[in-house]
């Protein structure tokens, strides 16, 4: 039986250049989608999977993040002393218990790879989940509790794949797949970035994983690949076929909150995902399409 899955790491030492200038002051994970930071979906995410332990790697002047997932006694008391139950609820529902957040600095932007192997330590040598903040995930069951329910059953590397469009595959990591019943597919390698015609599919990773430690020994070399940079989907290859690495086909839409365009999508795909916005909101679309 593959061990429990524990502890999730999130890469945010970004300097979330794209969106400048909103993010001169405020990190790009604290942007707002609809009436949550970006990065306070991913933890909510993380929580209904049972993770128990957040690490982020981030970056100097990127405090806001940790400090958001704190109690914050001086609000809370005056919200309690005003009645005001609902946004106290609010407040404490965004906050993880004491000592579950870990903050690990990384100091340059070596890539993604580089970014998990921070979290080396405060890892340790069990199964940890990796969740990249800009790809928000819509779903009925919280994505990363489906890679963990398929973690317990085939071990190894588990990560969230889709289908992309073959001229995209040079965004992404994607799977030289060795299996496929449709839901999961077993992979024999992984390309990072590949251009569309020397892709070995069109598969590709978004930024949901379950990874076993023995990454880490890999992600010790340090070696650099697309971009001059440590990749941490060169990483996950070198360690096959020791571990087996699936990719899963996942329940729900992915939203890409890397991009300006991407982002606006997201705000408009979850507020219209909330009963409370969506009967307004819906005939004001319409009217903005109609112009
Ligand atoms: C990273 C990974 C890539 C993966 C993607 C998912 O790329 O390197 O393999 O497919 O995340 O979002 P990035 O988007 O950071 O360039």
């Given at each position: 039986m593959a061990m429990r899955v524990r502890k999730a790491v999130l890469p945010v030492a970004g300097l979330g250049t794209r969106f400048l200038p909103a993010t001169k002051v405020i990190p790009k994970e604290m942007l707002p989608v609809v009436d949550k930071p970006v990065v306070q979906y991913a933890i909510e995410e993380a929580r209904a999977a049972g993770i128990e332990e957040f690490i982020f790697v981030s970056a100097d002047g990127k405090e806001s993040i940790a400090a958001h997932f704190s109690a914050h006694p001086v609000?809370?008391?005056a919200l309690e002393s005003k009645n005001k139950s609902a946004e106290l609820k609010l407040v404490r529902d965004a906050s993880v218990p004491p000592g579950a957040v870990k903050v690990v600095i990384q100091r340059e932007p070596l890539g993604l790879g580089h970014a998990v192997w921070c979290a080396k330590e405060l890892v340790g040598r069990e199964p940890f989940a990796v969740?990249?903040?800009?790809?928000?995930?819509?779903?009925?069951?919280?994505?990363?509790?489906?890679?963990?329910?398929?973690?317990?059953?085939?071990?190894?590397?588990?990560?969230?794949?889709?289908?992309?469009?073959?001229?995209?595959?040079?965004?992404?990591g994607i799977l030289d797949v060795a299996s496929d019943d449709g839901r999961l597919a077993k992979a024999r390698g992984l390309v990072e970035k590949p251009q569309p015609d020397k892709a070995p599919s069109t598969l590709a990773i978004i930024g949901r994983y379950i990874l076993d430690p023995s990454v880490f020994d890999e992600l010790d070399k340090h070696t650099r690949g697309a971009g001059n940079e440590i990749q941490l989907t060169d990483g996950l290859n070198q360690t096959m076929p020791r571990v087996a690495f699936h990719g899963l086909r996942f329940e729900g839409t992915r939203y890409d909150c890397g991009t300006r365009v991407g982002f606006v999508e997201a705000n408009v795909a979850f507020a219209l995902a909330n009963p409370e916005l969506a009967p307004s909101l819906r005939p004001l679309l319409e009217r903005l399409l109609a112009k």
């Open positions: 609000l809370e008391n969740i990249l903040p800009d790809d928000m995930v819509l779903s009925q069951t919280s994505c990363l509790k489906q890679l963990i329910d398929a973690h317990a059953q085939v071990g190894g590397h588990v990560v969230a794949v889709e289908d992309v469009p073959r001229e995209h595959t040079s965004r992404y």
